[in-house]
C-alpha cells in the first residue's frame, strides 16, 4: 500500500521555529542523524533522501516561548523503513544517555518518544506489517502497550546508526487541539482524512488510503487550550501533500463554504484549522 505517497493523502514535512538554530541544528543532525539539505542564517532544511525536506527549523529575532498547555505540536513521527532500523537509533539514543520520553506497542506500530532541545516532541517508529493491524471493521484499537525493549534492541545486532535511511518519512503529525469535534470538521469533514480511531480517551486519530493514522489529534491540553502567538516556538505550520489540483480545489471549497480563511499561493492552500495551527496543502 502506498500510505506515504501518492495516491495518499499524507504529511510532507513540518516547519518549527526554535530558539537556538545552532543547537537544533546540531541535535537534529549530529544527534539523530538528518541531512542538511540546505541552509541559511535563518533557517535549515533537514532530509532523509536528499531530495524532499522532512524538517524546516527556523529563527526569528521576536519569537516567544509556547504558552503552557496550548495547542500545537505534540510530537511528530518519523516512520523508519524496518525494525532493525528502529532498534540501532535506540541503541544509539541509550548509548548517548540522550533522555527518552517513553516506548510503545500500538499493535499497529513500535514507538519511542523524546523532545527534541525547545521540547518539541518527537517519534521515531516503524510499522507492523499492514496485515497484521487489528481492525473492527474500519476502526482500530487505541493501544499503548509496552514495547518489547530486549527483543527490540536484540534486531540492532550492534549496528551503529548514522543517518535515517533514504526512505524515512514524516508518518504523521500528532497536535494538541481543544475541541474534537471542529478538529474532526476541518481534517475529516473538509480534508476528507479517514476515521481510523474514534473519539477515545480524547483524542482522535485520521489517515488516508488505509493507513492507521496521518494525524492525531488530542484535547490532553484541555478543551480550553489557548492558542499560541504567531511568532511562538514550536510548531509554524506542516504541510499535507494532496494527490491533485482538482483534490485540493475540492478541499478549498469545503473549507470556504465552512467559514476559513484559505490563502492560494503559487498552487498552494495555506489555512489555519480550529485550534489555530497553521496547515498548508500542497501536490505531489
Not at 525536506?53 to 523508519?80: C, K, N, Q, W, Y
Not at 494538541?176 to 473519539?199: C, M, R, S, W
Request: glycine share 6%.
Amino acid at each position: 500500500m502506498n500510505f506515504h505517497q501518492f495516491p495518499a493523502t499524507h504529511i510532507g514535512h513540518v516547519h518549527l521555529l526554535v530558539s537556538d538554530l545552532e543547537k537544533s541544528k546540531a541535535f537534529y543532525k549530529e544527534t539523530l542523524g538528518l541531512k542538511v539539505l540546505s541552509e541559511n542564517a535563518a533557517r535549515v532544511e533537514f532530509t532523509a533522501d536528499e531530495v524532499k525536506p522532512l524538517l524546516v527549523i527556523e529563527r526569528e529575532e521576536d519569537s516567544v516561548p509556547r504558552l503552557p498547555r496550548s495547542t500545537g505540536l505534540f510530537h511528530m513521527a518519523f516512520l523508519v523503513p524496518e525494525r532493525k532500523d528502529l532498534a540501532k537509533v535506540l541503541l544509539h539514543l541509550l548509548q548517548l544517555r540522550y533522555p527518552l520520553q517513553g516506548a510503545s506497542d500500538h499493535l499497529f506500530s513500535e514507538a519511542i518518544y523524546l523532545a527534541d532541545p525547545d521540547g518539541n516532541g518527537i517519534e521515531i517508529y516503524r510499522d507492523r506489517a499492514p496485515e497484521e493491524w487489528v481492525w473492527d471493521g474500519d476502526e482500530l484499537p487505541f493501544v499503548s502497550d509496552p514495547i518489547d525493549i530486549e527483543g527490540l534492541l536484540s534486531d540492532a545486532r550492534n549496528e551503529s546508526w548514522n543517518e535515517f535511511p533514504a526512505d524515512t518519512v514524516m508518518g504523521h503529525v500528532h497536535l494538541n487541539v481543544n475541541d474534537l469535534q471542529k478538529a474532526k470538521e476541518f481534517y475529516h469533514d473538509a480534508l476528507g482524512f479517514n476515521i481510523t480511531v474514534p473519539f477515545r480517551h480524547q483524542a482522535l486519530f485520521v489517515g488516508s488510503n488505509g493507513y492507521h493514522h496521518h494525524l492525531g489529534l488530542n484535547t490532553w491540553n484541555g478543551t480550553n487550550a489557548p492558542i499560541p502567538l504567531k511568532n511562538s516556538l514550536g510548531l509554524k505550520l506542516f504541510t499535507i501533500v494532496v494527490p491533485s489540483q482538482e483534490e485540493m480545489a475540492v478541499m478549498v471549497e469545503r473549507l470556504q463554504s465552512m467559514d476559513y480563511d484559505v490563502m492560494l499561493e503559487n498552487g498552494k492552500a495555506i489555512v489555519k484549522d480550529s485550534a489555530g495551527i497553521t496547515v498548508q496543502l500542497t501536490c505531489n
